[in-house]
């Protein structure tokens, strides 16, 4: 959130999917127009990470973690949507939170407020994966957003074109994308509230 007169908020998505057709994107894609004025998302490609190798960590890591980092590091908040991987949550999206982690306990992603999203062809929407992705970030000490799980169940029959197009779906993402909206605001205020 900047200083300016006219406030704007920054979100990074990112999707726990790096195949073309992801499901999981698409839904990222459609979220812009949920948004109120001033507010942005980002989509941060997972695609060019690689795995996680502490060797090559540090302050200069290949540049596509460095480039996720930034754009999670000049981001408000985040918004994930993920596949569930064998009841759990894909590799890729580990993998990039570990990156992102570093240095522990005072990474990019600390006390950044994240909205969590699963979806799955299949009829659980890829809740299982949920308390995976959670505890990765609590662990990082970002802030997952407390509220009912956004998991969209038969998430293929509501996608057309590479877009998410079920209004009831888009409905409840909105409520979502407004919590997690009105958390950046209530941690911004706090941040300016000078200290009793
Ligand atoms: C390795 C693997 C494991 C999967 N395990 C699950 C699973 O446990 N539960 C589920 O609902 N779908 C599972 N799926 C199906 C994914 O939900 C499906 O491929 C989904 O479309 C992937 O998300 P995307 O469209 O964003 O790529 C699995 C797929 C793969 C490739």
């Known amino acids: 959130m900047n200083n300016d007169h006219q406030p704007t ?23 812009q127009p949920l948004l109120p004025a001033g507010v942005t998302l ?7 990470i690689p795995p ?7 302050d200069a890591p290949p540049e596509p973690v460095a480039a996720l980092k930034r754009a999670i590091a000049a981001a408000d908040g985040i918004v994930l949507c993920s596949p569930e991987y064998n009841y759990g949550m894909p590799g890729v999206l580990k993998n990039a939170i570990d990156w992102a ?14 909205l969590i999203m699963t979806a799955s062809p299949g ?6 994966a949920q308390a995976q992705i959670r505890d990765a970030l609590a662990a990082t000490l970002a802030r997952p957003l407390v509220r ?3 998991a969209i169940a038969n998430v293929a ?40």
Do not use: W
């Open 52 to 58: 996680y190798n502490a060797d090559l960590d540090g």
């Open 123 to 128: 009829t659980a929407g890829g809740v299982r």
């Open 148 to 150: 009912q799980h956004v």
């Open 157 to 196: 029959s509501r996608i057309q074109d590479g877009r998410l197009v079920d209004a009831s779906t888009l409905d409840f993402i909105r409520v979502a994308l407004d919590e997690l909206l009105a958390e950046i605001a209530m941690l911004a205020g706090a941040r300016r509230r000078p200290a009793a």
């Open 101 to 114: 982690s570093r240095p522990g306990f005072a990474s990019p992603l600390k006390g950044k407020p994240a």
């Open 9 to 31: 908020v920054q979100l990074v998505a990112i999707s726990g999917s790096i195949r073309r057709a992801s499901n999981c994107t698409a839904v990222l894609r459609s979220l």
């Open 42 to 48: 980002h989509i941060a490609p997972l695609d060019a």
